[in-house]
């Protein structure tokens, strides 16, 4: 691992920290409002009453699911984590040539944002079991995919566009608004679509960008220059993930009072595949800023 990889252990002590804060805050609140029916004035979701995870529900508690909903932490953790490289990034801009993501904090930002949004979507929703907590979780599930898509998009343009003065715009705050954008749209229409094709679909164009790495001579970008091992680790992560999701629909992954389930296992493999993720696009080793210094 290079230098530009390695966060100081102040970052790491940041990162965990920040966690640990949040647990220890989520355990106060969860004891505080245990047993008083915290949710029972909200619209429930259909999974209240028909559950279509094996986990028992408690539904007077501020967790009415409790494994399901604690194990979203994992997407937080990842988000702090691009969080870190983000600021990380952006005190030693200009003293490293690196690849987009070295080059460009904003866009881990936008990653560690997207993340942190899922955990909180998807905690709301397991915690909750409302409408409103249904909408969310779906909605913020697209938000780390389509901030990957922009990242893939934004290692292929080049850094700025040149307009007729002469003067050089970042194309970066444009793929950022898009992602904003088209966040807020898949949660504005989440009920006008069907999830169990949006989310493929997603999932499949950033399968198909990383398979156009593969492929030599498609672009300046050395196929030779990214870690497939990440890719490699994220793929398995995804299949796992996927698997434990349907058993315990199925009704064949652990009981109902089992710390461990199926659905928990689905969040934590797909915050290690997300993070895998990153992790791939953050180790490419061709020099992103000075191969596509190039404006149109």
Not at 56 to 70: E, M, S, V
Not at 167 to 182: D, E, F, K
Not at 231 to 246: I, N, P, S, T
Request: net charge positive.
């Amino acid at each position: 691992m290079k230098q530009r990889d390695r966060l100081p252990l102040w970052v790491h002590s940041v990162a965990w920290g920040g966690l640990s804060i949040l647990i220890l805050l989520l355990v106060l609140v969860g004891d505080r409002y245990r047993g008083q029916g915290f949710w029972q004035a909200w619209v429930e979701s259909l999974e209240f009453r028909n559950p279509g995870y094996s986990e028992r529900i408690h539904p007077n508690d501020l967790f009415r699911t409790r494994a399901n909903t604690w194990s979203n932490l994992a997407y937080v953790l990842v988000g702090f984590y691009s969080l870190a490289f983000a600021f990380h990034d952006r005190q030693h801009s200009g003293s490293v040539e690196g690849n987009y993501l070295v080059c460009t904090p904003a866009m881990s930002l936008l990653f560690g944002v997207a993340c942190c949004y899922l955990g909180l979507g998807s905690g709301l929703f397991h915690a909750s079991l409302t409408r409103w907590g249904q909408q969310l979780d779906v909605g913020s599930m697209y938000a780390p995919l389509l901030a990957c898509i922009a990242i893939n998009v934004g290692r292929y343009c080049p850094s700025h566009f040149r307009v007729n003065s002469g003067s050089r715009i970042p194309v970066w705050p444009l793929l950022a608004s898009l992602v904003v954008l088209g966040s807020y749209l898949l949660y504005h229409y989440k009920w006008s679509m069907s999830s169990g094709q949006v989310l493929p679909i997603h999932i499949l164009i950033v399968v198909v960008f990383a398979l156009v790495d593969c492929i030599p001579d498609r672009s300046k970008i050395d196929p030779r220059t990214l870690n497939r091992r990440w890719l490699f680790v994220g793929m398995v992560a995804l299949v796992l993930a996927v698997l434990f999701r349907q058993l315990d629909v199925a009704r064949k992954f652990g009981t109902p009072e089992s710390w461990i389930q199926g659905h928990a296992l689905w969040h934590l493999l797909t915050a290690l595949a997300l993070g895998s993720m990153y992790l791939y696009y953050r180790s490419e080793r061709c020099l992103w800023e000075s191969a596509r210094r190039a404006s149109v």
